[in-house]
């Protein structure tokens, strides 16, 4: 099969679905004739027209508003936060709004709109351009959160995204854009609340999301050479979450990591291992590690950054720490 | 401009059915009988019936906490209304929403909003989304005095000018921000100045008198349609009781006594109703039966919401997503 | 580098600790791990592992002297290594920790926290994985009979998976050191010695022929009772006496007690128990006492008077579920309540088993705080003196202590002849706040008609 980039798929995805449903729009800053910041949106206004790729001032609020008001009025609008730390500034329409009107006003209306951004530390753009709290949505009832690993995930997802009748907060990662991997030309769509197991193991659960996946890929194989059997499970949306797939694992191995890029209080990965500590403690045989982001804000100097992050070497260590426990 | 009997005549029994709607609530919240915050619009009556007046039924309405009569105005029926203030599952949110969120996607009504200068941005929204269906819709977006202070004021008066979206930024200026006046709150004194930031018009209106404000909406509508974009009509008006029921004697911590009074004297209905007979549009019996049939709506309704049934505890699980 | 020894921390409550015994001499070598000092805290006894491989350079603290927890009682030196200066000369005494530290957990050179699993007699909390938990519990397998391989000595799954009923492999690492010692050096062989300590540890007591009377080890070093001029004699008050004399207060002060008492018939339960023995005997291989019986009706009662199975916390009466009777024992230097547990559960067999394995230990001063620290009732006897009847103080938080008289001879009359019948009383004191005088009167009431009808309260035991 051909192999494109993520940046690509999610391009091929909003040109397919604008293609077959005229009342997708994106609005977006910058993301006209300049493509989008991570060039996602290239080449979309010469073919759809600056009607509905639009340019908008830096008024967040405003368009993630607006976009609220079109979905509510018949509209399938796909707005580009471009980055997560921008939402912050328009948290009012995601919240307060999107999320609950069809809840508040008692089933009737909705709301079908999707909201990409990013997340991801490493580019040194500091702490106001590296966030990871994509968690903070997922806390959030009435949205749904998408976590694309690669970009099959990514054009599967986003065409999900897009025909999904709820608001969809649909959480890129940065360090993936330029990623290759292989995406069939047809389009297709992978549902919502369904994890994939990425590899099948029997000692060792790991949970993990965006570029943490392919980490824990890595890692699961250097295991593999010492005897250790990895099971890699890949979310793919935080909310709806499939506990199902995640408890049926952990109850096989009895051990558990979770790798999440956010930070570690309060973050995604505490919540696995809540649900874990809930729903299968008494499978467990070691204790459950969170690697996670620490509790820090992204820092700018270079080798701080590099030890603000973490990946393949950080989940070996976890992987010797619980296969301790035998 | 000429106004038909019967249209003046459909101003009146809904300013009335505001008016005695709002009263009810007055009871019923004393009575413990209606939970949560209840926002009343007892004395703004005309801007809610003028505006909405303009609008046909497939024009959109943004509104706000303050959002009885908006709803009313635009279409809303009694008993769902009533019955969703108190909770009910006959309730237009099945009970859900409450008195802050009343919502009637048939009716273009786009739901009440508990955050202040909320609804803006879904205003342009849906003035976008019109533009781009290609439909002669407008929308309506109602927001007060202290909402223009908000980001979303500006942000969305921009976007809307930029792209020349169908919407009527209908501002109701009742002179405060809960407890703090318009003058503590901006150096301007009409917010619709603010429009000409925006590069569109920005218009003042008496927001007591119902024929003014029907007028000052009914040119921008026509403007809105036409594809030449948004205005702002700012109406001059007061709320007669508290912030909401409970703020002790009816903002009196704020307000003078003298101040309020002064307002009822200018009550929207009563001079409507001096003006409809004066100018014999209408007789004392035609519009004492109006009350009369008013009434008996309401008392209707208030039966009907009692009556009703609390929605079943599953509910509180269901509508979180489609 | 030079180690501090400590007294340990031994339990959220403990605040003091004495050495009963060295079991070390200053220039011994000593293996980390090995235990070197034997400590009384709170009635228990503990050996303690010495926290690092070196030379027992000093001892700063005699046996008998009590001192806070976490005071530094002694110091290893590498082989070689000189003596800190600081314990030298004038310094050369135990450094005292503060009292009020006690109730924090405080990171210590002591062996505390590996002492969980390994068979010593300190009794912390067993560190576990859930899984493995689960699986013992399926199994029925002791978590204290399980050797811990995991990180920290926690039990893995693993470990249970390939757990075997405690073997004699596991029990000849599982002699004390003193007792081995005094095995070696009388030339016993220890094989097939029978432990009697936490965990089956072979205790000195245990060497044929090498009787330790428990007593002389409890009171060895105990601080002489000094002669004041004036006075008369003073003695220090030690950890066991102080903890009886604080609780005690405590308890009277706290809780208004109120006491019921009945007389109770007790030819039947003599005649049941004498008629029963020799087959019982025969089948389990243990001579229940009369106590047995006692206990076994005392939980059989409480179950249908759950309130003297409870505690007030604060606003809260807590129900206990399980029904842990303690039994009050006399040791020479006071008094103990180890608690049987699940007595309404069990069979006399078993309840006998517990007692006696219970009391044995106590004479010895053996017992874990947790068994003492579980009871839910009481039952004080003073049976074997001539106290015709006393009133017990209630041991916190428990709501409900039963004294036992002596059993005496009482004339009575049947169908108009005189006879003679055996008689105990028995007296409830209960906690007045939560139990009120009609709930204790049906609770003995009801315990006198299960003993003067043994036949039908023990048929299924």
Known sequence: ?326 | MRLTKEKLSSFYQTMQTIRLFEERIVDLYARGQVPGLAHLYIGEEAVATGVCGALNKADYITSTHRGHGHVIAKGAALNPMMAELFGKVTGYCKGKGGSMHIADMDEGILGANGIAGGGLPIAIGAGWSAKWRKTTQVTACFFGDDASSNGTFHESLNLASLHKLPVLFICENNGYGISVSQAKCTPIKDIASRAVAYDMPGVVVDGNNVVEVYKAAEKAVKRARAGEGPTVIECKTYRWRGHHEGDPNQGGRYRTKEEIQEWKEKCPILQFEKALLKEKKATKTQLDEITRATEEAIDEAVLFAKESDYPSIEEMYKDVLV | ?461
């Open chain 1, 1 to 326: 099969m051909r192999e494109i980039t993520y940046c690509d798929a999610l391009n091929e995805a909003l040109r397919e679905c604008m293609t077959e449903d005229e009342n997708v729009v994106l609005l977006g800053e910058d993301i006209g004739s300049y493509g989008g910041i991570f060039q996602v949106t290239k080449g979309l206004q010469d073919e759809f027209g600056a009607e509905r790729i639009v340019d908008v001032p830096i008024a967040e609020a405003g368009f993630v508003g607006a976009a609220v008001g079109a979905a509510l009025t018949g509209m399938r609008p796909v707005v580009e936060i471009m980055f997560i730390d921008f939402t912050t500034v328009c948290m009012d329409m995601i919240i307060n709004q999107a999320a609950k009107m069809r809840y508040m006003f008692g089933g009737k209306g909705s709301v079908p709109m999707v909201l990409r951004t990013n997340i991801g530390a490493g580019r040194g753009t500091a702490a106001q351009h590296s966030q990871s709290f994509h968690s903070i949505f997922a806390h959030i009832p009435g949205l749904v959160v998408v976590a694309p690993s690669g970009p099959y995930e990514a054009k599967g997802l986003l065409a999900e995204a897009i025909k999904n009748d709820n608001p969809v907060i649909f959480v890129e990662h940065k360090r993936l854009y330029m990623t290759k991997g292989e995406v069939p030309e047809e389009s297709y769509r992978i549902p919502f609340g369904k994890a994939e197991i990425k590899r099948a193991g029997e000692d060792i659960t790991i949970v993990a999301t965006h570029a943490l996946v392919g980490a824990s890929l890595e890692a699961a194989e250097i295991a593999a050479k010492d005897g250790i059997s990895v099971e890699v499970i890949d979310p793919r949306t935080l909310a709806p979450l499939d506990k199902d797939t995640i408890l049926t694992s952990v109850k096989k191995t009895g051990r558990l990591i979770v790798a999440d890029e956010g930070h570690k209080t309060c973050g995604f990965a505490s919540e696995i291992t809540a649900i874990a500590a809930e729903e299968a403690i008494e499978y467990l045989k070691a204790p459950v590690i969170r690697n996670a982001s620490p509790d820090v804000p992204v820092p700018f100097s270079p080798p701080l950054e590099k030890a603000f992050m973490f990946g393949k070497d950080e989940i070996l260590e976890s992987i010797k720490k619980v296969i301790a426990y035998a």
């Open chain 3, 1 to 461: 580098m030079a180690t501090e020894v400590v007294i340990p921390m031994l339990g959220v409550t403990v605040e003091k600790g004495k050495v009963v015994e060295w079991l070390k001499e200053e220039n011994d070598s000593v293996e980390k791990g090995e235990s070197i000092f034997v400590v009384e805290a709170d009635k228990v006894t503990t050996e303690v592992e010495s926290p690092a491989t070196g030379v027992l350079a000093k001892i700063l603290l005699p046996p008998g002297e009590e001192v806070p927890v976490l005071s530094v009682i002694a110091i290893i030196t590498d082989p070689g290594e000189a003596m800190p200066a600081e314990y030298l000369g004038e310094g050369g005494r135990a450094k005292l920790a503060e009292p009020a530290s006690a109730a924090e957990p405080v990171k210590t050179s002591s062996p505390v926290e590996s002492t969980g699993v390994t068979g010593s007699t300190f009794s912390g909390p067993i560190k576990v994985v859930p899984a493995a938990r689960k699986l013992a519990k399926d199994r029925a397998i002791a978590l204290q009979s399980v050797c811990a391989t995991g990180p920290g000595e926690t039990i893995t799954h693993k470990d249970i998976l390939t757990h075997k009923d405690t073997g004699k492999t596991e029990q000849s690492q599982n002699i004390s050191t003193l007792a081995r010692r005094k095995a070696e050096a009388e030339g016993v062989s220890l094989d097939g010695a029978q432990g009697t300590g936490v965990r089956g540890r072979v205790m000195v007591a245990d060497l044929a022929g090498g009787k330790l009377p428990a007593t002389q080890t409890l009171g060895q070093g105990r601080a002489a009772a000094d002669f004041d001029p004036e006075f008369g004699k003073v003695i220090p008050m030690d950890g066991m006496r102080s903890t009886i004399a604080k609780r005690l207060t405590s308890s009277a002060f706290t809780a208004p007690h109120v006491a019921f008492y009945s007389d109770i018939h007790m030819d039947p339960l003599l005649a049941y128990r004498k008629a029963i023995l020799p087959q019982f005997e025969q089948k389990f291989g243990i001579r229940p006492s009369v106590n047995d019986f006692l206990l076994k009706a005392v939980a059989l009662t409480i179950r249908e008077y759950p309130m003297l199975n409870a505690m007030l916390k604060d606003d809260e009466i807590h129900v206990l579920p399980s029904i842990n009777v303690g039994l009050a024992v006399a040791i020479p230097n006071g008094l103990v309540v180890p608690a049987l547990t699940d007595v309404d559960q069990q069979g006399i067999s078993e309840t006998a088993a517990q007692r006696k394995e219970l009391t044995g230990r106590a004479l010895k001063g053996q017992l874990t705080l947790e068994e003492m620290d579980r009871g839910t009732f009481t039952v004080s006897s003073l049976a074997q003196f001539d106290v015709t009847f006393f009133t017990s103080i209630l041991n916190p938080p428990q709501s409900g202590i039963l004294s036992v008289g002596k059993t005496r001879d009482e004339l009575s009359l049947n169908d108009g002849a005189v006879i003679v019948k055996k008689v105990a009383t028995m007296g409830v004191a209960v906690d007045h706040r939560i139990i009120d005088g009609v709930m204790a009167a049906g609770f003995i009431q009801t315990l006198k008609a299960k003993l003067e009808n043994p036949a039908f309260t023990f048929m299924h035991c």
